[in-house]
């Protein structure tokens, strides 16, 4: 079981950094075929965690844990904020208003908030992700941003 914790502060400069982590994370697991799901999620939770979270705050960290779990890998992200309710973001109807949560949603097996919304964990099935799911997967996050763009 391979488990990974990082803590940063909310700076936005400290992407590059996560994403290296996680590359490495990836990498170590031998799930490298994940990389960009795990990553683009995981890039958006860290940044929810920096903007909304912590408000930009340099003074607030986030914490980012990474590890293996049955059939798959998690991350999971914490800020020092005070929490939002989680329940009013992240469906397709909503996702002009928290289009990171649905990102995070359509490329996570599983998403669960917890402590009042100040943290995230995203968990990636990767032992044998089944092909008809990663393309509805793609066809989602296309249509989303075709709307988006228009």
Do not use: W
């Not at 990498?27 to 999620?41: D, F, K």
């Not at 469906?91 to 917890?114: C, H, N, P, Y």
Request: proline share 1%; charged share 20%.
């Amino acid at each position: 079981m391979t488990n990974e914790s990082f803590v940063i502060q909310s700076d936005i400069a400290n992407m590059p950094y996560v994403e290296e982590r996680v590359f490495h994370f990836c990498r170590e697991c031998n799930v490298g075929n994940y990389y960009s799901t795990v990553s683009v999620a995981t890039l958006q939770a860290v940044k929810n965690a920096i903007v909304h979270g912590n408000g930009s705050n340099a003074l607030k960290n986030v914490t980012v844990s990474m590890g293996t779990c049955r059939g798959g890998v998690f991350v999971e992200v914490r800020d020092e904020g005070v929490g939002f309710d989680f329940a009013r973001y992240g469906s397709v109807e909503e996702a002009a208003k928290g289009q990171g949560i649905f990102i995070m949603k359509s490329l996570a097996d599983r998403m669960t908030f917890s402590d009042k919304g100040r943290q995230v964990k995203l968990e990636f099935d990767v032992a044998g992700i089944d092909p008809a799911d990663a393309l509805e997967r793609a066809s989602i996050l296309q249509a989303h941003f075709a709307f988006v763009a228009a």
